[in-house]
């Protein structure tokens, strides 16, 4: 028996020395490569559409994607939704040619796709085929970008599916406190803080897509990614012979909305009953892509909230057991300022408290410098997740496209990559001073009040939310 225990003694010493050498802690990786940009031919059609072609020959496919100049923030403020249903109907609608459920009958036959919206500041219409149906699709997807029908059944349900939206917006306390938190930081009087009512959508007629179809979807105004199996001295041809017809002119499409830059700092309270847990939402506008601190501010918002080494979740969850969730985010955008956030949920009870320490993490964060190991775990962790944007080449077509698309260098990638890796602790440091306004946060809280330990007043002045949905127009109809 001790001949034994003592084998069994050794064997645990030499499995645990294996163990510890093979620590993850220990393991070696070797700094990122740049980011290789594939050759994409470019040209410009006759008719004014510019061309993106990449040949990927792994797969027999062909996919593609339009970028149109065109979003919802060119809706009008009396037809909020206006931008939304024309995306939708465009290729539910059909073509002239064919409706759209004939046109669903025969791309899912053929295992193909073609499809369409329109987001904030860019509309999209895209397709995807087997190599030997390239050209059939193709010609389906060009006669939903240059001739939709907008049939009068397709808008009415694509009304119906937006009303429904509309009827349910307050049965997600996390969705409430997301979408008070966006309206606010942004505006109620700007077009990033609207929102769709039935009102809205009452207003808006067949007459009105068409007409803002008309106004932005014209070849000029349109940049065509196309990636996969063929040559593209073919498919440059056969794209140019396809939308040769298609001579529509306007003049150049205006720049979009500015944001304004006026905080709205506060606290607001929506009141839910019916939930045991409060979800919140707090910080103020963040920045753009192109913004020179904008790799320095990644870093800094991932040492603060990226994850389960994060120093909010670190204290908020794992050491005091508040929060059930919580996450920050140095938000960007293309060409205007994204949101900084910071999300989470946490018990009713410790409510305030949860909302007091994170306020604590943010000013820790402005006043002293992060640890050598944060910094490099959190350089890591920002590049690592970004270059997944490039895994694959139809990542990569598209990420170039919206580079083109917003104006930035088609090498900005492996720009913010270097930025990445240039970021010391003293840059964190000072770009929490510079970026992190504490005193202009907006806080957006969804939950029962009775149930918190210690009242929201604690933190200031409470607003509250008010969730009524305004009621149709008189002879509309609810979902």
Request: net charge neutral; proline share 6%.
């Amino acid at each position: 028996m001790k001949r034994l225990m003592l084998l069994v003694a050794l064997v645990a010493a030499i499995l645990s020395a294996q163990e510890g050498a093979a620590s993850y802690k220990n393991l070696k990786y070797p700094p990122l490569r740049p980011v290789k940009i594939p050759e994409v031919a470019t040209f410009t059609l006759p008719n004014g559409m510019k061309l993106y072609l990449l040949e990927n020959h792994e797969l027999p496919l062909v996919r593609g994607v339009a970028l149109v100049r065109t979003g919802n923030l060119f809706d009008p403020a009396d037809k909020v939704g206006l931008a939304t249903i024309t995306g939708m109907v465009m290729r539910s609608g059909g073509t002239a040619a064919k409706t759209g459920d004939e046109l669903d009958e025969a791309l899912e036959n053929i295992a193909a796709s073609v499809e369409t919206g329109i987001q904030e500041t860019y509309g999209s219409a895209t397709f995807s085929a087997l190599q030997q149906n390239a050209s059939e699709v193709l010609t389906t997807f060009r006669d939903v970008l240059t001739s939709p029908e907008f049939r009068q059944d397709k808008i009415d349900l694509a009304k119906t599916e937006l009303r429904s939206g509309i009827s349910r917006r307050n049965d997600d306390p996390h969705g409430i406190s997301e979408r008070e938190f966006i309206e606010r930081v942004y505006g109620h009087d700007t077009p990033y803080g609207w929102r769709i009512e039935y009102a809205t959508l009452d207003r808006i007629t067949r007459a009105d897509l068409r007409a803002f179809y008309r106004r932005y979807f014209f070849p000029a105004n349109v940049m065509l990614a196309v990636q996969g199996d063929f040559s593209i001295p073919a498919m440059k041809a056969e794209l140019e012979k396809l939308f040769a017809g298609w001579t529509t002119q306007q003049p150049p499409v205006p720049a979009f909305p500015p944001v304004k830059t006026k905080a709205a700092p506060g606290v607001f309270l929506a009141v839910k009953t019916d939930v045991t847990q409060t979800f919140f939402d707090l910080g103020h506008l963040g920045g753009v892509f192109r913004d020179k601190d904008y790799p320095a501010l990644e870093v800094m918002a991932d040492i603060l909230g990226g994850g389960f080494r994060s120093r909010l979740f670190q204290r908020v969850r794992t050491k005091l057991g508040y929060a059930y969730s919580v996450s920050a985010a140095w938000g960007a955008n293309f060409d205007h300022p994204g949101l900084f956030q910071i999300s989470g949920s946490t018990k009713s009870g410790s409510t305030t408290e949860t909302i007091q320490v994170i306020r604590e993490e943010v000013e820790k964060m402005r006043t002293e410098e992060v640890t050598d190991e944060e910094l490099t775990s959190a350089k890591e962790s920002v590049a690592n997740s970004f270059v997944f944007n490039f895994d694959r080449p139809s990542k990569t077509l598209n990420r170039i496209l919206f580079y083109d698309y917003y104006g930035y260098p088609k090498d900005f990638i492996n720009q913010y990559l270097a930025g990445i890796q240039k970021v010391t602790k003293a840059d964190v440091l000072r770009v929490a001073r510079e970026h992190l306004a504490p005193k202009d946060f907006t806080l957006t809280a969804v939950g029962n009040p009775p149930e918190f330990g210690k009242p929201l007043t604690a933190l200031g002045t409470v607003t509250p939310i008010d969730l009524s949905i305004p009621e149709p127009a008189g002879g509309a109809q609810k979902p």
